[in-house]
């Protein structure tokens, strides 16, 4: 029993990280319809961004959080103005946006081959706490921490979307968005702003990651973007609620297949999971059956 | 039966072209005289020798071939035992040559390729006429010339071909370095003896034959000699999460956690067992050297009580392999690596058995390769029954962020 919860927590820190990048993906896909590739390489460069701070830099933890938060927003609108802008508002093909993000994606991963070198690189330790013993559990500290941030994340983001005037335009934008420019939105600004949470909160979940997991690749964001993508989609993409449940499911499957199944068949069973759920509910778990407007 | 007779022709039609462009290549390299274009790159210091060899008869010189990959993906193996060999060579000549005649080695680039391997063995057994081959050096390619030289009969030895087929069912066929589940079984044995351990858990690469080469290895020796495995988990390769496979592990509460794999994995997983508690004395093999490299500073204390086993340490104190390592980085500029090691022993240990042999015929060759008994840079070399080498592994730990040299180990 003390395992079966050892467990399950372990899986729930790290669905926390999916999860919080699940957020950025259900997100963007709520807002303009764009599933949007180079996420997963979000969280990469949010890691790298990190680690040179620093290490390179010497700066204490709490300021690298938040140049990493900050530079991945940026670089989160950059990607918008730059690849996506133009044919979201050219109303260009769906496939070709889908395709400019896997550019993207390939870019960013090939320029920080160029920078920091394929190999991988260690990060340093970020919260030196012993294990957290809760009766006879021993847990991680980095599990307890993922999971508090990432509940703490996705309050403020409920909190963002339902309260603030801001979110206010990004429901009106995720709506209609023509409607919304005819209320006098700048839906631009809008989608720009998405963009930015989803990147800053991508970057909270690079941090998370690199406690856990203190090594950092280029190519880390393809499996991490990938598995937070099923996330979003199990959860019901374009919820928030959703991409959060989505990621803690993903991680507590994951766990309880390595460590009562197989470790062979994790990928197996995490896939196979999301089969299941689109078969019988094919808008996922929390997402709403949009009625095709005439 | 029109087309079946088409496509045989076809088929002829290619072979006979491909056989045409290849002893085309060989032989356009031949007639433009002895030095190929990789021996002008790699080896300057060997024309001299040649030039003084020339012109006395050729029984002057005992001629010993050499395969190595000086270019392409793996040239860096290949240079590193080149280099090595040659700085053997030269001992052996400085000491009196073998059989009373000086040691002429003769090695050729083969690009990391088994057909350019095999090319160039054919140059070195029929044009050369070398009595003996040093070499190759990554595994395929050494499999692809171990079985042309079971055919001529030549004595052979690999410094690293590390698949266990190469030299399986070829009497004339050894090697100077560890085959990988020998680690797993000398582990096992120093868990039992020298760390008294009486369980183990083993956590291992379920995609790769290296890892799982020696989890087996080190899982069967210890269940005949009483060491009670109580997990033996896998992972996916490239997955950075190993929390739920610890979590099984430490309520098993194992002695030892044998952990076969590369030194990325290993800083992974060792600082996922410090953050969950995980006490257990943790081993590993030669895929552990370079683990401090991708530990930072501040996680380094994760790796305490390691034992990892290699076949040679730059911090051992041995005098030989000192000097070893200081001629090799006046000579090449580069620090010597595992490759170079063995590289040097290989050639010595040829050397001593053509010597022991008395005559450069390959049966009484081979038999004295297999009475090996030769005291190198690695330790004491005997040879099995499969021409692997037995000898005394490297304990290596790690203490106060930095490798350090426990003990050789001999199971």
Redesign the interface.
Request: glycine share 6%; proline share 10%; no cysteine.
């Given at each position: 029993m003390?395992?079966f919860m050892?467990?399950t927590l372990?899986?729930l820190?790290?669905g926390s990280i999916y999860a919080l990048i699940a957020l950025g993906y259900s997100m963007v896909y709520g807002i303009v319809k764009l599933i949007n590739f180079a996420h997963g390489d979000i969280i990469m460069v949010g890691g790298y961004v990190v680690l040179l701070m620093m290490v390179t830099m010497g700066l204490p933890l709490w300021m690298a959080v938040i140049g990493s938060v900050l530079f991945c927003a940026l670089a989160g609108v950059l990607i918008e103005r730059i690849a996506y802008r133009r044919l979201l508002n050219h109303g260009a093909p769906r496939i070709s946006l889908l395709i400019t993000a896997i550019g993207v994606s390939i870019f960013l991963q090939n320029l920080f081959q160029l920078i920091f070198g394929s190999?991988?690189k260690?990060?340093?330790?970020m919260f030196?706490f012993?294990?957290i013993a809760i009766g006879s559990l021993?847990?991680?500290?980095?599990?307890i921490i993922n999971i508090v941030v990432s509940v703490l994340m996705m309050i403020g983001l409920h909190l963002l979307v339902n309260k603030s005037r801001m979110g206010k335009a990004m429901r009106a934008t995720s709506e209609d968005a023509g409607a919304a420019m005819l209320m006098g939105i700048n839906t631009n600004h809008t989608v720009a702003f998405t963009f930015a949470v989803g990147s800053a909160l991508a970057a909270v979940g690079a941090v998370l990651?690199c406690n856990?997991?203190?090594?950092l690749k280029p190519v880390?964001g393809n499996?991490l973007g990938l598995k937070a993508f099923v996330a979003a989609v199990l959860g019901g993409i374009g919820s928030i609620p959703g991409a959060m449940l989505g990621g803690y499911i993903l991680g507590v499957a994951?766990?309880w297949t390595?460590?009562y199944i197989?470790?062979?068949l994790?990928?197996a069973v995490v896939f196979g999971i999301l089969i299941v759920v689109l078969l019988l509910k094919p808008t996922g778990l929390l997402g709403k059956n949009v009625k095709e407007k005439v | 039966m029109k087309r079946m007779l088409a496509t045989l022709l076809a088929a002829a039609m290619l072979v006979s072209m491909s056989a045409c462009s290849s002893s085309s290549s060989t032989e356009s390299s031949a007639p433009g005289g002895e030095p190929a274009s990789s021996e002008d790159a790699a080896a300057p210091e060997e024309p001299p020798e040649e030039d003084d060899a020339a012109p006395t008869a050729d029984g002057e010189t005992i001629k010993i071939g050499g395969l190595a990959p000086l270019t392409g993906d793996v040239s860096q193996y290949g240079t590193a035992v080149d280099n090595a060999v040659k700085l053997a060579v030269a001992d052996i000549n400085a000491a009196g040559g073998v059989l009373g005649k000086q040691v002429e080695y003769i090695c050729y680039d083969e690009k990391g390729d088994a057909n350019e391997a095999v090319n160039a063995y054919n140059k070195l057994v029929n044009d050369d006429g070398v009595v003996a081959l040093v070499g190759d050096v990554t595994s395929k390619p050494t499999e692809a010339v171990a079985q042309r030289a079971l055919d001529d009969n030549l004595p052979m030895i690999t410094a690293s071909g590390t698949a266990e087929g190469i030299t399986q069912g070829r009497p004339n066929v050894f090697r100077a370095c560890f085959i990988d589940p020998f680690q797993g079984q000398l582990m096992a044995s120093y868990a039992i003896n020298k760390l008294g351990a009486k369980t183990a858990a083993i956590l291992f690469d379920n995609g790769d034959p290296y890892s799982t080469g020696i989890a087996d290895a080190f899982e069967a020796y210890a269940k005949e000699n009483g060491l009670e495995i109580v997990a033996k988990e896998g992972y996916q390769t490239g997955t950075p999460d190993f929390n739920s496979q610890l979590t099984t592990i430490k309520e098993k509460n194992p002695d030892v956690l044998m952990i076969p794999v590369y030194y990325q994995d290993v800083a992974l997983i060792a600082v996922q067992a410090k953050n969950l508690g995980l006490t257990s004395k943790m081993l590993g093999a030669d895929g552990w050297d370079g683990v401090l490299e991708k530990i930072d500073a501040s996680n380094v204390d994760a790796l305490k009580d390691v034992y990892f086993c290699s076949q040679y340490s730059a911090e051992s104190t041995d005098e030989n392999l000192q000097s070893f390592l200081a001629t090799y980085k006046e000579t090449y500029g580069l620090e010597a690596n595992m490759f170079a090691v063995l590289g040097y022993d290989a050639m010595q240990i040829m050397a001593a058995a053509i010597n022991k042999a008395g005559s450069t015929d390959p049966d009484a060759i081979i038999a004295a390769l297999g009475e090996t008994n030769y005291a190198g840079l690695t330790g004491t070399t005997t040879f099995d029954e499969s021409n692997n080498p037995v000898r005394e592994a490297i304990i290596t730990t790690v203490a106060d962020g930095a490798y350090k040299f426990v003990e050789n180990y001999k199971m």
């Open positions: 003390n395992v050892t467990q372990n899986g820190g790290l190999d991988a260690s990060v340093p330790q030196a012993p294990p021993q847990i991680a500290s980095s599990t990651y856990t997991y203190p090594q880390m499996l994951e766990s390595k460590s197989s470790s062979n994790t990928d | -």
